[in-house]
């Protein structure tokens, strides 16, 4: 069944967006903190991965 929903430009490139950074017509304040929470995220997911890496041997 085709989806024939219709989103603006920007609705849709929001919607697709994988970070709240390219999310247009959002608080900025609201979208600084949302990046700020996926950069220290991020940071603490790829220092996890380091050390299961080196668990491994």
């Known amino acids: 069944m085709a989806n ?3 989103l603006s430009f920007s ?3 929001s ?3 994988r970070s709240s ?3 247009a017509g ?3 304040a609201w979208q600084a903190s949302q990046v700020a ?3 220290s995220r991020r ?3 790829l220092d996890t991965i380091q050390k ?3 668990s491994q041997g």
């Open 21 to 23: 950074a390219a999310m």
């Open 11 to 13: 609705s849709n490139l």
């Open 52 to 54: 299961l890496l080196k």
């Open 37 to 39: 929470l996926e950069n």
């Open 4 to 6: 024939l929903q219709w």
């Open 15 to 17: 919607k697709s967006s």
């Open 43 to 45: 940071t603490k997911l």
């Open 26 to 28: 959002v608080d900025p």
